[in-house]
């Protein structure tokens, strides 16, 4: 069944949907305009982005297709403009892994998208900064993980509700901080990759004669993070939030070198760790706190504290933040 939620004009006081790319093309004064053409044209209705196709369900350990599709003001497909894409961590980002491509001719880009577990998640799209075009839509994860299943190795999302990159503003060459976001993230506990689970005791014996130990080690946290802003953009620490148990840090860290990450589409991929390996058992990041098998499932929240360059003064400080579900337990790795 086609399925279209379609963002409609805003206003009179929005500029075009193409103005970000083509401002030296034309004036940028209060009028209302759209990109048609090739041209701007005064007095037109803003354009649109649009899901054309979009499954409202997939099972886990499944892939579909989705299609995203950008209109100008009288309703033609804008081509070659930059769409940005991001889930909800769960909702893996297949293709494009980046989660941005370019529309085509006809002004369409398509993607896939995963599901890792079970739920409900938001997948979300933007045009360039400047056009103010938002679109978002909730997919159910169903069915139980089947065994041995382990994510979509190398995927992209999982920024949504996390400071990612379905802003408002901001964008290359933009001075909003919007535009500086955590694209995607990706779990690894004792080695293993994109684990959805964090295990706090190595108390299994592996091997056919149970006389070897079982993997284990820290839980870290793999992050890529990228710059859309005009300015370079550096985090010097973060802090743990784990409801119903406590906040840890703040925990220090550089994103990238010289001072941060590049500006105008900067990306740095970050690993930190949250949680420690100690005395075959694990302790919080940043405190000495011991991890009690029987924490469960929590939505796990890593908030990072930043500032973007300005000329040769830091602007005031910014936290950009990703969520991510986790369940903390004795985990048998040594079928893993």
Do not use: H
Not at 160 to 179: N, R
Not at 224 to 252: K, L, M, Q
Not at 282 to 302: H, Q, R, Y
Not at 317 to 327: K, Q, V, Y
């Amino acid at each position: 069944m086609r399925k279209q939620l379609l963002i409609s004009a805003l206003g009179g006081s929005l500029v075009a949907l193409a103005m970000v790319f083509l401002a030296s093309c034309g004036g940028t004064s209060g009028d209302d305009k759209s990109y048609s053409g090739g041209s701007y044209v005064a007095d037109g209705e803003i354009g649109s982005i649009s899901f054309s196709t979009l499954p409202s369900s997939i099972p886990v350990s499944q892939v579909s297709g989705f299609i995203v599709g950008v209109r100008d003001g009288s309703g033609a497909g804008v081509g070659d403009i930059q769409v940005s894409c991001d889930t909800e961590e769960g909702l893996a980002l297949v293709e494009p892994t980046s989660g941005r491509e370019m529309t085509d001719s006809s002004g369409t880009m398509s993607g896939k998208i995963g599901c890792e577990r079970p739920g409900s998640y938001q997948i979300g799209c933007r045009t360039p900064v400047g056009a103010n075009k938002r679109v978002f839509q909730r997919v159910s994860c169903t069915g139980e993980v089947p065994d041995g299943f382990t994510g979509f190795p190398g995927a992209g999302g999982g920024g949504l509700g996390g400071g990612g990159l379905i802003s408002d503003d901001g964008g290359s060459g933009g001075a909003d901080t919007s535009g500086f976001g955590i694209q995607s993230a990706r779990v690894l506990d004792g080695g293993i990759e994109n684990a959805f689970a964090v295990d706090t005791t190595q108390v299994n014996t592996c091997g056919d004669n149970a006389d070897e130990d079982e993997p284990f080690g820290d839980a870290l946290v793999s992050m890529d993070f990228v710059n859309d802003t005009n300015s370079r953009v550096d985090c010097d620490s973060y802090t743990i939030t784990v409801p119903g148990v406590d906040t840890f840090g703040p925990i220090a860290v550089n994103l990238g070198v010289s001072g941060g990450i590049a500006p105008n589409g900067g990306e740095a991929q970050v690993t930190v760790p949250l949680a420690l390996s100690l005395s075959g058992g694990k302790v919080w990041a940043g405190s000495a706190d011991t991890i009690s098998s029987s924490t469960g499932f929590k939505n796990v929240e890593l908030e990072f504290t930043c500032s973007k360059e300005s000329g040769d003064d830091d602007s005031a400080e910014f936290t950009r933040s990703i969520t991510l579900g986790l369940t903390f337990t004795n985990v048998n790795r040594c079928t893993s």
